[in-house]
């Protein structure tokens, strides 16, 4: 897995590249929560080139949306591919999350 990071004046931008599975969640895990720390509010994680999400890295998204919640802030997913969104659906996480098809569409919500 590799993560990239950008700020732009409406969000962080968090983009995922590979598979986000039990191997490396805690290091995506840890990037949010430090992120957090820092009262970043507003984070949106791009998927477009996320290829695979197991429990553990979904555990983490959970985790990252309530705390974000509870502080008022905001966390949306964009770019999941067929396969990604199919364990999103299968999980319920489709009717937890804020999704969009692209990076664009998830800018204008914030």
């Known amino acids: ?48 080139q996320m290829d695979y999400i197991s429990s553990s890295g979904l555990r983490d998204l959970l985790i990252a949306l309530k705390k974000i919640t509870l502080t008022g802030g905001k966390f949306v997913i964009c770019g999941l591919q067929e396969n990604i969104r199919e364990i999103f659906e299968i999980s319920g996480f489709t009717t937890i999350f804020e999704i969009y098809p692209g990076e664009e569409e998830a800018l204008r919500v914030f």
């Open 1 to 48: 897995m590799e993560l990239t990071e950008k700020n732009t004046d409406k969000c962080t931008i968090i983009g995922i590249k590979g598979r986000l599975d039990t191997i490396n969640s805690n290091i995506f895990e840890k990037r949010l929560m430090e992120l957090m720390d820092q009262k970043v509010d507003r984070i949106l994680v791009n998927c477009t």
